[in-house]
């Protein structure tokens, strides 16, 4: 397992609502970044989160938003939630480094009804 | 745009079995590439991660190659086991080695005891 974990596990909303997950990263990571899964699907990047400025934006509108916090963990904050909004959501935290490998936690599986 | 393909989109193969999973990316200018495992319902485990530089990378019974040229990757999982069942997914980037991974959307693998 890694290092990286993500709070609530589920979470159920109804549309129009918002919503925010949580996510600690493993130690001595000092970027994160988000994605979204939906099923069947692989993940899709969010955004990026590198010395708590966004870095970098997937093709996700503007009620999509984060922050990172100065100890690195993050939140994504999600707005007027519609019912494609559900899915897991995946947090991943790496070293800005020339490898750059990613780890994931475990997600957050989001239902919106 | 990096897009990110992976055939088969399932694989049955009985225990002992040597497998190849196959991944396609359309930029050429990839940085590195993740192999990673998900269980169902579950976050993402890394495998294998290529750099540009390497052509391939081994862990145990898993290795993986990465042919930049003709924009592939293989996965092969030697001797196969019940516990290797899971969706195996392979991610790319191509914008810096910490950039956005684009993933494709997976192989389901089964392995029948």
């Known amino acids: 397992e890694t290092g990286v974990t993500q709070s609530p596990t589920h979470l159920i909303k109804t549309r129009g609502q918002q919503v925010t997950l949580r996510c600690s990263s493993q130690?001595?990571?000092?970027?994160v970044s988000w994605y979204q899964q939906a099923l069947g699907q692989g993940p899709q990047f969010i955004f990026q989160?590198?010395?708590?400025?966004?870095?970098g934006r997937g093709n996700f509108p503007p009620r999509f938003s984060g922050l990172q916090f100065p100890n690195y963990s993050s939140e994504l904050n999600v707005n007027a939630l519609e019912l494609d909004d559900s899915a897991l959501y995946l947090c991943?935290?790496?070293?800005?480094?020339?490898?750059?490998?990613?780890?994931f936690g475990p997600g957050t599986r989001l239902t919106v009804t | 745009k990096q897009e990110v393909t992976q055939i088969p989109a399932a694989l049955s193969v009985p225990e002992g079995e040597n497998l190849v999973l196959n991944c396609s990316f359309t930029d050429s200018a990839i940085y590195n590439l993740q192999w990673f495992r998900q269980d169902p319902g579950k976050g993402l485990t890394s495998l294998l991660l290529i750099q540009s530089s390497q052509r391939e990378q081994t862990s145990g019974r898993l290795n993986a190659s990465l042919d930049k040229s003709s924009g592939r990757s293989t996965l092969y999982i030697a001797a196969s086991q019940p516990g290797d069942s899971a969706t195996y997914l392979c991610a790319g980037n191509s914008g810096g080695s910490n950039y956005k991974l684009t993933f494709g959307k997976g192989t389901l693998l089964t392995v029948n005891p």
């Open positions: 991943a935290s790496s070293r800005w480094t020339a490898t750059g490998e990613q780890y």
């Open positions: 989160y590198y010395r708590e400025e966004e870095n």
């Open positions: 130690s001595g990571h000092n970027t």
